[in-house]
């Protein structure tokens, strides 16, 4: 019996060559730090090629954990800010941390609750 060899594709190369990178994806809101424009358990979809541009709503990557908050351009640079006043703005290193643009929201179970954020 001969041995099939399954070529195996090194992790930087699989990274970049993944779907993720061009479709939307869906997650869902945990938390409260974005009441009341977004309230836990609310589906968002994100386009990662989407425009990010001051006052989007993105999803980053702040200290190693994906974060959904509003992207501003304040004193030279651009932070994270939530909209629930009880949590503090985040800067953001760069905007390569931007990983994709919120673009629709809705409830799960409820058919008419949907609004998007694409003009």
Not at 65 to 76: D, H, N
Not at 79 to 86: E, F, S
């Amino acid at each position: 019996m001969q041995r099939k060899i399954i070529p195996l594709m090194p992790a930087a190369d699989a990274a970049t060559t993944a779907c993720e990178g061009a479709e939307p994806f869906a997650l869902m809101v945990l938390g409260d730090s974005m009441l009341p424009e977004f309230a836990e358990g609310e589906v968002i979809v994100v386009e990662p090629e989407g425009l990010a541009r001051n006052g989007s709503y993105v999803v980053a990557d702040h200290d190693g954990e994906p974060i959904l908050r509003q992207l501003v351009s304040r004193a030279g640079g651009w932070w994270l800010h939530p909209l629930n006043p009880r949590y503090p703005d985040a800067e953001l290193a760069g905007l390569e941390a931007v990983r994709g643009v919120v673009i629709q929201k809705s409830r799960p179970g409820a058919r008419r609750s949907r609004k998007s954020y694409v003009d």
